[in-house]
């Protein structure tokens, strides 16, 4: 689709794609690493497919969430929080900056 862009006769496209299972209230230890080794290799694939394409100039990917965790175990994971990290990736990007602000209240949990 992204490389039909012209033909489509399109100036912007949006795609969205999902991936469930980060709501692990437990047993986060073992299902969070394999969630995230599945998106790496899923963006990287992707990355690895606009480059070839010659289109990586042209696409910014990022991950979106409704929801953070805490930054404390309920025993066996995390539950609903008021913060999370997002990536975003692709050449467009000016990377290597954080945007936002560490709050002090952060330190009552470390």
């Known amino acids: 689709m992204i490389a039909a862009q012209s033909t489509l006769g399109q100036s912007r496209q949006v795609f969205f794609a999902s991936l469930g299972g980060f ?3 437990d047993n986060q230890a073992y299902l969070l690493p394999r969630l995230q080794q599945t998106l790496s290799l899923a963006m990287a694939g992707f990355d690895a497919d606009l480059q070839a ?3 990586s100039q042209n696409v910014v ?13 309920n025993g066996d994971g995390t539950d609903h929080g008021w913060a999370g990290n997002q990536i975003i990736m692709g050449e467009p990007v ?3 900056r ?3 602000h560490m709050l002090e209240q952060l330190n009552m949990f470390i």
């Open 23 to 25: 709501d692990a209230h």
């Open 94 to 96: 000016r990377g290597g």
């Open 61 to 73: 990917t990022f991950t979106q969430s409704e929801f953070g965790r805490t930054l404390t175990s």
């Open 53 to 55: 394409r010659g289109l």
């Open 98 to 100: 954080i945007f936002g």
